[in-house]
């Protein structure tokens, strides 16, 4: 059993950053690509992005390509999602959550189904 714990989530004022944290226990995710995912109030849970096993290949929506950045520490089995030029509506709970294959090097995966485990969330709050 994998569990997903994230965190950095805070009040920020647009134009600010964040950098999100997702640590996993009970298994090591070097060989398993990651994504994270958003939820804002009344709203479907929408894909952020992808990063690859490797940590070789990323892949984001189109509503926060160039501002956000997804890497990967393999020593510290963490994975981090920076979150730069921050709009109000980046405002959600965000969501890491492991892939059901290992050693995928397939990117354009936007679809929930697709993930295993799921962390609780960190909220992701922007004022304007």
């Known amino acids: 059993q994998v569990q997903l714990v994230e965190s950095g989530g805070g009040l920020v004022q647009a134009g600010g950053s964040l950098r999100l944290s997702c640590a996993a226990s009970g298994r090591t995710l070097s060989t398993y690509a990651m994504g994270w995912f958003r939820q804002a109030p009344g709203k479907e849970r929408e894909f952020v992005g992808r990063i690859s096993w490797n940590g070789e290949s990323t892949y984001y929506a189109e509503s926060v390509k160039g501002r956000f950045t997804i890497s990967r520490d393999v020593a510290k089995n963490t994975v981090y999602l920076q979150l730069n030029n921050l709009k109000p509506e980046d405002t959600a709970v965000y969501y890491c959550?492991?892939?059901?294959?290992?050693?995928?090097?397939?990117?354009?995966?936007?679809?929930?189904?697709?993930?295993?485990?799921w962390g609780q969330g960190t909220q992701v709050t922007v004022s304007s």
């Open positions: 959550a492991v892939d059901r294959a290992q050693f995928s090097s397939i990117m354009v995966i936007t679809t929930t189904q697709r993930y295993a485990y």
